[in-house]
């Protein structure tokens, strides 16, 4: 019998047109890092007395379908998962394409996953599927990743995968050491690392049905937030802390001018954080940073440029 691996496994995806319901057709054949998307159902133990000792059978509990999946950040496949996480963006250009994408969508797409494990003949259709968070690392070397916390509604097995002919668009990943954070479009220095996390805060409507599915996971108030480590140069940063002067910050990969991608956070709060001695080392400052709605705009706006037409 063979043996599953990663090394084979696939991510195939598409977007629905009705919630819960797979498109038919081919879908889009993924890279990705990781995944541990999927269903699992708990086991309730009994509380019924007067059998002895030894406990009845237990019960089955509600099914849940939800999990991580890391992606890499690059230069075209990233667009799709920016679209479940914010929704369509507008694209303006002809070659290179300019994508923006904004926080604040009242509704959001939904996607059909499927995880396959050809080996085994075992392929995992999670539909419903909507992303919940999108974070980020940024580093001096790596690959750029992101963790996408998705929620589904359901998922099924089959022994054939239903991704039809998967279409594949090549990967150029962004590399750790493209990244540049920006304040007010200025490049900051002496940044260590720093963090970045949206969140759509999706909550489960939890009804009463015979599947023990979800009826849906519907998005509300979202959340950026993020991190800051520099070592300690400068009273740029505390400054706009203490006066609690709300600033603009930027992360970004750029490879050339027709290829890179842009998180500007429009509206940051800075906490006023200690600053320690440890030893003779330098200084370190960590900013944990929160976002918020400015008097006009959107809270987060992504800009990916690249030579996608479309991601409608």
Known sequence: MARAYGANAHLLGDFETVYGTPPAGNFIKFPFVSSNLGSEQGLLASDLLGTGRDPAQPIRDVIKVEGDVVVPVDLR?????????????????????????????T????LALEVGMPEALAFFMNMGVRVNSMQLTFARSGGASATLNCIAQGESRAAVSAGGTPTETSSTRFNQFQGAVKKDGVQLGNVTGAQLTYSNNLERIETIRPDGKIDGADPTIAALTGSIDVRFADTTLIDAAT?????????????????????????????KPKLAISGPAGVQANFNWQAAKPDAGQMLTVTLTNDVEDYV
Not at 94 to 103: I, L, T
């Open 243 to 271: 006066n609690n002067t709300p600033v603009e910050l930027s992360f970004g990969y750029t490879i050339d001018a027709n290829r890179s991608i842009l998180f500007t956070a429009h509206q940051v709060y800075l906490p």
């Open 77 to 105: 496949n990233f667009g799709h998962w920016l679209k479940a996480l914010l929704g369509t963006p507008d694209t303006t250009g002809v070659g290179p394409y300019v994508h923006a994408f904004v926080s604040g969508a």
């Open 107 to 110: 509704s959001l797409p939904s």
